[in-house]
């Protein structure tokens, strides 16, 4: 895993990291094993690091992506999208309980 930009964001409390994994002939990472590698490599809480996009090219071991590292876990919630929350925190939906059945 590369670094290949990191900028700082004050007014939104975060930084913003563009990064590119290296999977030579082997699947694309998930965005789990991203984030854990990620975390690790900038020595930050994985709760406040939202992978925002991963891309992979055609034909190609390489993926590319956009990560936010934010300073605290309300900026997290107040500027991520619900539904890139939910692909990065899958387990709070499981643990809320069961889903309501759609009303008749």
């Known amino acids: ?3 290949v ?3 700082p964001n004050p007014v939104i409390g ?3 990291i563009e990064f ?3 999977h030579g002939r082997a699947s694309t990472p998930t965005r789990k094993e991203v984030k854990e590698k990620l975390a690790a490599k900038l020595n930050a809480d994985p709760n406040l690091l939202i992978i925002d996009k991963m891309i992979t090219k055609v034909n190609s071991w390489r993926t590319v992506g956009l990560a ?3 300073d605290s876990p309300e ?3 107040l500027f991520t ?3 890139i929350l939910r692909k990065e925190f ?4 499981a643990e809320g309980g069961e889903e309501k059945p759609p009303e008749s």
């Open 1 to 3: 895993m590369t670094i």
């Open 5 to 7: 930009r990191e900028q």
């Open 14 to 16: 975060r930084k913003e």
């Open 20 to 22: 590119e994994v290296y």
């Open 68 to 70: 936010y590292l934010y």
């Open 75 to 77: 900026r997290v919630k």
């Open 81 to 83: 999208p619900k539904h």
């Open 90 to 93: 899958p387990e709070e939906k």
